[in-house]
């Protein structure tokens, strides 16, 4: 996917993941988990939608996106609301962010477009990025979701086989993909938990 071409020709709020508030799944875990302060990244954070809304809860929020574009009018979108998030372009998978940073990440439809040979890699990078302990939000389309347009699809099953090493599962159930298609799209929205790490010297 040429993601710059897709933030190049489309108007943000026309793409189909667009939605101005945050995410109801989102919104919800961060209360039931009792978070209210933190430092969270917004892995794909896209239209920026989802950063803006988590740093209005009282985070302290980076939004990143391989699309420059999209952070160019992410950025936009934050300064014209008045709220502060920092945006950066890059590459979860080899990204020069510090690990061990982030008490929060969450993924609103990025693992789901990443191809089975870099698949490892990213959970890796979400889980380095990560404290011990850290939360990690991810929403996937499900194999609900007729058709094999747009993203990839995952069972439960291959949910778990992708992050039960590196991560305590916590949750996980079915849900939508809020945006701007008639019919949301079927999803899995799962909260998970970075397992320790052992401290190598
Ligand atoms: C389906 S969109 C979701 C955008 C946003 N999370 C939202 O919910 O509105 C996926 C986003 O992930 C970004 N993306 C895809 N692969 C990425 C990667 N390896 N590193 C960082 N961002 C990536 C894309 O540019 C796109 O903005």
């Known amino acids: ?10 108007k943000v709020e026309e ?32 239209p920026g939608t989802q950063a803006i809304g988590m740093a209005r809860l009282g985070f302290d929020v980076t939004g990143l996106d391989i699309a420059s574009i999209a952070v160019a009018k992410a950025r936009a979108r934050a300064r ?14 080899g ?12 993924d609103r439809g990025v693992f789901h477009t990443i191809d089975p040979e870099r698949r490892q890699a990213f ?5 380095r990025l990560l404290k011990d302990d850290g939360v990690y939000l991810m929403k996937c389309f499900s194999t609900k ?3 094999d347009w747009g993203p ?20 996980m159930r079915e849900s939508v993909f809020q945006g701007t298609l008639k019919q949301s799209p079927i999803t899995i929205f799962c909260v998970m938990r970075a397992r320790k790490r052992y401290k190598t010297r």
């Open 123 to 127: 959970v890796h990078a979400i889980r």
């Open 95 to 106: 990204t020069r962010l510090r690990p061990a940073q982030f008490d929060l990440i969450n």
């Open 145 to 147: 979701t007729p058709g």
């Open 15 to 46: 793409l189909p993941w667009y939605t101005p508030g945050l995410d109801r799944d989102i919104a919800g875990a961060i209360k039931k988990l009792g978070l209210k302060t933190g430092r969270v990244l917004d892995v794909g954070s896209g």
């Open 80 to 93: 014209s609301e008045g709220v502060r998030v920092k945006f950066v372009v890059g590459d979860v998978i």
């Open 152 to 171: 990839h699809r995952f069972t439960m099953g291959q949910v778990r086989d992708y992050f039960g090493g590196d991560f305590d599962i916590k949750s």
């Open 1 to 10: 996917m040429e993601w710059d071409a897709v933030y190049r020709s489309n």
